[in-house]
């Protein structure tokens, strides 16, 4: 849609109608994933408001744009992003961009992208054929829904190892991708070889900005062997009501 009918069309419109979503990366079709990709933030905290760091492979990273975003628009309002049928918030910014970091698996992997208020939606598909690469088979993904509110993902795994924003790698491989402060998330924690054993899933409700309600509801998802036919998901809705509350919010054995 050129400049042109996009004028006339908000002119005419709604916003659901008249905007386009477009999904630079990742492609459809047949693709070799690289060995190695970088997809976790630098080791600083705050974070800064921008998900994705430098230099991430074009392999691991979600990115495009909203033409058409009303400027009325509420700041921040997210759109949602599904990856293989994980559903979260992707932040917009103002120039109606996104983008964020994402390991994914070798093999069929769908995105799917939704402008904000039921609007337009883009979906791609692609193969990934790298048999090399590594494979996450278990992931932990927290979204709330909520701007200006920084929660807190905590992961620990069944030997004690602990992993949160203070220290988002592991020794036995997993990782935390970013560490999102400024509202929706999401925050990823990741890992290719899982050990067995029971695992606990925290949220730290860290703080709110001055003026932002309280009350935010976290959704955590669980998902063990993705693309499988041993595939496992749960998710779970819980309300955090105040900056300081620490939750569990689920234990679960693996595998």
Same mark, same amino acid.
């Given at each position: 849609?050129?400049?042109?009918?996009?004028?006339?069309?908000?002119?005419?419109?709604?916003?659901?109608?008249?905007?386009?979503?477009?999904? %630079?990366?990742?492609?459809?079709?047949?693709?070799?994933?690289?060995?190695?990709?970088?997809?976790?933030?630098?080791?600083?905290?705050?974070?800064?408001?921008?998900?994705?760091?430098?230099?991430?492979?074009?392999?691991?990273?979600?990115?495009?744009?909203?033409?058409?975003?009303?400027?009325?628009?509420?700041?921040?309002?997210?759109?949602?992003?599904?990856?293989?049928?994980?559903?979260?918030?992707?932040?917009?910014?103002?120039?109606?961009? /996104?983008?964020?970091?994402?390991?994914?698996?070798?093999?069929?992997?769908?995105?799917?992208?939704?402008?904000?208020?039921?609007?337009?939606?883009?979906?791609?598909?692609?193969?990934?054929?790298?048999?090399?690469?590594?494979?996450?088979?278990?992931?932990?993904?927290?979204?709330?829904?909520?701007?200006?509110?920084?929660?807190?993902?905590?992961?620990?795994?069944?030997?004690?190892?602990?992993?949160?924003?203070?220290?988002?790698?592991?020794?036995?491989?997993?990782?935390?991708?970013? %560490?999102?402060?400024?509202?929706?998330?999401?925050?990823? /924690?990741?890992?290719?070889?899982?050990?067995?054993?029971?695992?606990?899933?925290?949220?730290?409700?860290?703080?709110?900005?001055?003026?932002?309600?309280?009350?935010?509801?976290?959704?955590?998802?669980?998902?063990?062997?993705?693309?499988?036919?041993?595939?496992?998901?749960?998710? /779970?809705?819980?309300?955090?009501?105040?900056?300081? %509350?620490?939750?569990?919010?689920?234990?679960?054995?693996?595998?």
């Amino acid at each position: 849609m050129n400049k042109t009918a996009l004028a006339l069309c908000m002119a005419a419109l709604s916003f659901p109608v008249c905007a386009e979503v477009q999904l %630079d990366q990742p492609k459809g079709g047949w693709r070799r994933g690289e060995t190695g990709e970088r997809y976790t933030q630098e080791v600083n905290y705050p974070a800064a408001s921008v998900n994705t760091p430098r230099s991430v492979s074009t392999t691991a990273l979600i990115s495009g744009h909203i033409a058409g975003m009303p400027k009325n628009r509420s700041a921040g309002e997210p759109a949602t992003l599904i990856v293989n049928g994980t559903a979260m918030p992707l932040r917009v910014e103002e120039d109606g961009s /996104f983008s964020r970091p994402y390991a994914f698996g070798r093999g069929s992997n769908s995105i799917e992208v939704r402008a904000p208020d039921n609007g337009p939606r883009k979906r791609v598909q692609f193969y990934d054929t790298a048999t090399t690469k590594k494979q996450a088979r278990l992931r932990v993904v927290l979204s709330w829904d909520s701007d200006g509110t920084d929660l807190d993902l905590h992961v620990v795994t069944p030997n004690g190892e602990h992993a949160w924003y203070g220290q988002r790698v592991i020794a036995g491989g997993g990782a935390l991708d970013v %560490d999102v402060t400024t509202g929706y998330g999401p925050e990823i /924690f990741s890992s290719p070889a899982p050990e067995k054993g029971l695992y606990l899933v925290y949220v730290n409700y860290y703080g709110s900005g001055s003026g932002v309600k309280d009350l935010t509801t976290a959704q955590v998802a669980i998902i063990s062997n993705e693309n499988t036919p041993d595939e496992k998901r749960q998710v /779970f809705q819980v309300p955090m009501r105040r900056a300081g %509350d620490l939750t569990l919010i689920n234990s679960f054995v693996y595998p």
